[in-house]
């Protein structure tokens, strides 16, 4: 009877330890994780830390060039796992939409806090180049100083590429009633805008482009216009008239509702990841004005912060 019983105490303690100890033990998938890779910076290099991070776990990662919308339709397929850069005021409707077909989770939010928006770079207001900015009104008054050779006589806005935002700013502009002043041109990349903030400033002109934070523009100093505050429904696609500027908002990691269980350790991983507005506008300047590579910039950036991510990991 006493050795029955010992075995049964120890079956029962077999069966604890198994229950306990089982989904620690889970193994991830040998399958790659796929990661997407859109066409700015931050969301680049954040891809190949991201994966970086999954690679030092044992992981194996593909990563897909995609498209900024259509990626969230893409990951509740499957055939995306995580999208890691999702911004609530370009696409908070796409992930939303995504998510109530049901195949998209939310994994959490990032520390930094976000805002895309028109503005110019600070010597333009410290310069007093267009009196009054950044409060939008002084737009009226001072087309001239933005204008370009391709602007019509107008002044130029400069937006991001068209599969951003669509007809946004300049129905903004329409609705604020200056698309009689000043003209919408959508850049190709966001290299292309780069590329035209620096001109300016070496110039010292005036220039209205599209930027948003956290940005590696933050270090250098960019006054945001002060549109008419956003509200619900305040946008034409939600039945508005379209004056208002854009909200303050989260940044938001997405993942596929299978990669808890193929994938559990990079997901518990991935569900802690949260980056500040100085992490990555640190991963993005090491592009954009050290002008490393997207993988470079990463590995830059995780040897230099194991502080930052290793924790994730635990």
């Not at 502009?173 to 966001?190: E, H, N, T």
Request: contains cysteine; proline residues 5%; charged residues 20%.
């Amino acid at each position: 009877m006493k050795r029955l019983t010992n075995k049964l105490v120890a079956g029962i303690l077999a069966v604890f330890l198994a229950a306990v100890s089982g989904p620690a033990l889970a193994q991830d998938s040998s399958k790659p994780i796929r990661i997407p890779t859109h066409n700015w910076s931050s969301q680049v290099v954040m891809a190949y830390v991201i994966g970086g991070i999954f690679e030092s776990m044992g992981n194996t990662v593909e990563y897909v060039p995609a498209d900024s919308q259509t990626v969230y339709e893409a990951v509740r397929n499957g055939d995306i796992t995580i999208s890691h850069e999702v911004w609530q005021s370009s696409f908070g409707k796409s992930f939303y939409n995504a998510m109530a077909k049901g195949g998209l989770i939310d994994a959490g939010t990032h520390a930094a806090a976000t805002l895309e928006e028109l503005g110019v770079p600070r010597y333009v207001v410290e310069n007093n180049l267009c009196p009054g900015l950044p409060a939008w009104e002084a737009l009226k008054n001072c087309p001239e100083v933005f204008a370009t050779a391709d602007s019509g006589g107008k002044g130029r806005i400069l937006e991001g590429p068209q599969s951003w935002h669509g007809d946004l700013m300049p129905d903004r502009i329409k609705a604020l009633g200056i698309d009689d002043k000043y003209v919408v041109k959508f850049a190709g990349s966001a290299d292309a805008i780069w590329a035209e903030l620096a001109s300016a400033k070496k110039e010292g002109r005036g220039i209205i482009t599209f930027n948003w934070t956290p940005n590696f523009t933050d270090a250098d100093g960019f006054d945001f216009i002060e549109f008419p505050a956003y509200t619900d429904g305040c946008r034409i696609a939600d039945g508005g008239d379209g004056s208002c500027g854009s909200p303050k908002g989260w940044l938001k990691k997405a993942a596929n509702y299978k990669f808890p269980k193929t994938h559990p350790a990079a997901y518990t991983a991935y569900t802690k990841i949260s980056f500040t507005t100085k992490d990555i506008g640190q991963m993005a300047a090491l592009v954009d004005i050290d002008k490393m590579s997207h993988e470079d910039a990463a590995k830059a950036w995780l040897a230099a912060h194991e502080d930052v991510w290793k924790p994730f990991t635990e």
